[in-house]
């Protein structure tokens, strides 16, 4: 079971750069990818009910992008029994897709 503690960062457009680098770079990231998948989907969350700025509306088709390829991942990549025992904070989904995410940004 793991039980990580959620990434804190502020909902903005420079955290989400700063998320997709470090998921670009995860040894040098102070958060593994299933809590930078969190983090974007609390992020998506904060504005599903509200108007954003436009900035953010641009953002928010990544961050759920980024939170439904990390599931999709591991629901293709592990057998649900094996899913129920991982320690999910050690799994790492590709890290040419978070370059793929910083170009959509940028």
């Known amino acids: 079971m793991d039980i990580s ?3 804190e960062l ?7 750069l700063k998320m997709l680098w470090w998921g670009k770079n995860p040894a040098r990231s102070p958060f593994p990818h299933k809590q ?13 009910d ?5 900035e953010i509306e641009t953002l928010l088709p990544i961050l759920a992008d980024i939170d439904t ?5 591991l629901v293709n990549t592990y057998p ?3 899913l129920k025992k991982l320690d ?8 040419e897709w978070f370059t793929d995410w910083t170009k959509q940004i940028n």
């Open 5 to 7: 503690s959620p990434a």
């Open 10 to 16: 502020p909902f903005t457009r420079e955290s989400v």
């Open 36 to 48: 930078i998948a969190e983090w974007c989907d609390r992020f998506w969350c904060q504005y599903i």
């Open 50 to 54: 509200i108007d954003a700025t436009e």
């Open 69 to 73: 390829q990390w599931d999709l991942f």
């Open 80 to 82: 649900i029994e094996q």
């Open 88 to 95: 999910l904070d050690l799994i790492s989904i590709p890290v």
